[in-house]
């Protein structure tokens, strides 16, 4: 029978972690896995972070050793969990790929030979997860760029053992910044007469997220039941019908959904709004609702841009109407008073868009 013992040192139950990332129990985080890893010991500009993973839904991991047993080794973990994510915050979805999962997929540090070799996110969330949809793969590249673009990390440190000042420390962290998430993972040993074993367990982590925060995909339902204004939210409830009327599509991400449109000749449909509850700021810091489009994306297809154009010069014409920011969006912004005055000549605008793009198919 199997006992729980000491291990000989943290070290050797970080190489165990490292080898065996799925010890992680990612399900007690309220995340899907499989993990997928996309660094170990990933040079960033404020050092090697332990482990880097991402979740299928997009989450983002920063996984740290505890590797000796004072509380000082403690702060020293989080310390540095917190050097780490200011070097991956407001990265590119591009430059992240480029700079920290590429180049873990193409070094000799990356064992796992389903990710050997991929030359890109795409390539190595498809091996991971195998049956992973169309519809997916946007959302998952959507949350991992929100992810980047906020910070709003989580960040797990792995140790032997917590005492009470270090999980009281990590209490605190997760009460005081809602955005970012910590958790204490001790990695135990058991062993019996020559066998050895290893177990994971969340010792401690945040708390549900409450109504107005992300507890993750939405849908249709849960996201009109945050609406409080009644004329904003019949507006609202017009738009989605009329969008399903139209074959857009609607996929509900962790804060809202994005409305997107296929395009005769590309692969992924091209998102040409972004839906936002009152207060909340979504994908790339979008809010409310916003009528664009990605500009880089569309030359991809770049027989459907006049159309897309003549889409952005009609909304612009609404009244009331704002830039979009951040401006890496070409967009306009419409607060909940303005979709509701203007909510029949919005769907009026996205039906010639539907219509343009399949009559120059």
Known sequence: MLTEILA????????????????????????????MVVGRETTLPSGAVDLLSVARSGELLL????????????????????????DLWRMSYEEFESTVANRYFSSDRCDDDRLQGKASLNEAARAIWTDLSEEEMPLFR??????????????????????PTMERTIEYLNAITP???????ELVRFAAEGLSAFEARTVLKPELWSSGSRQGPLNEGRFLEQIEDDAYCEALQELLEACRGLGLRLPWG??????????????????IAWLFPPGVSGWMGLIDLTLGFDAGSAQETPAAVPALEDYLTKVAA??????????????????????????HQIADILAGLVQRVSEEA
Not at 179 to 185: I, L, M, S, T
Not at 328 to 335: C, D, I, P, R
């Open 8 to 35: 000989d040192n943290e070290a050797q139950l970080q190489e165990i972690m490292k080898e065996k990332p799925d010890l992680l129990p990612v399900d007690e985080f309220e995340m899907s896995g499989p993990l």
């Open 63 to 86: 996984i740290e050793f505890k590797t000796g047993p004072q509380n000082s080794d403690f702060r020293h973990v989080l310390a540095q969990l917190l050097d780490y994510g200011s």
């Open 142 to 163: 959507e949350r991992l760029t929100e992810q980047l673009n906020t910070g709003a990390f989580h960040y797990v440190v792995v140790a032997q053992r917590f005492t």
């Open 179 to 185: 955005a970012a998430r910590f958790y204490a993972v």
């Open 254 to 271: 962790a804060a809202g959904t994005s409305i997107r449109l296929q395009i005769p000749g590309r692969s992924q449909p091209l998102s």
């Open 318 to 343: 609404l009244p009331g109407v704002e830039t979009a920011k951040p401006d890496w969006a070409s967009g306009y912004h419409l607060n909940p008073d303005t979709v509701v005055r203007h909510r």
